[in-house]
């Protein structure tokens, strides 16, 4: 429903654009261009979040928590570096198809065969092309989510480590914890001894009034 909605405002933007003298073929250049630059962006990005894991090999101690912090956010930035990086890819894809099926559609107006036949192959040789081009953008979009891979298992390790750090340091609470309910406990069951100890004279004594050394 959602690619229904997107596929029906993008062809009512090429529309609107060609009114305004902006053609497909000049939409379909500008995106490719964007395309490129997002990947350049991407690309420094991530040699950025490299040098910054690179760091973390020479770590001697100090603040991890830090560390960690700057790591996350340097891999939250490459994840939306290369889901920006898709995104451009395809709307390349989405005018791509468009141009070509208005070519291809526009192919049975032809009068002349020989023109049309001319046409079909021209079209058939830029498709080529263009499918190419965006093979190659494809395969650098995917070339991205190992080195994502990489990154994020770091960035949890570095996290599960602080976990694991927090869980170690409460160690010595837990020994006190456990102290002071145990004397809390210690002083509550004494005074209960001692309340119902109080509350509770023999049956022999409230019934006669003797104690049992003078029943014997």
Known sequence: MRLVAFASCESAYYKTMEA????????????????????????????????????????????????????????????????????????VDDVADAMFAEWKKELGEYTDQDLRKQSAAKLKETESRCNQLLATMRRAEKAMHPVLAAFKDRVLFLKHNLNAQAIASLKGETSKIQDEIGLRLSIAMGGAVSLFSRRSPSPISRKSGMSCRQIS
């Open 20 to 91: 305004f003298g902006v053609h497909k073929r000049k939409i379909l250049v500008d995106r490719v261009g964007d395309a490129r630059d997002q990947q350049e962006e991407a690309k420094k990005q991530f040699q950025t979040t490299l040098a910054r894991f690179k760091e973390l090999t020479g770590f001697q101690g100090g603040d991890l928590e830090s560390l960690y912090e700057k790591l996350n956010k340097e891999y939250e930035r490459c994840d939306s570096e290369a889901q920006a990086v898709g995104a451009r890819i395809d709307k």
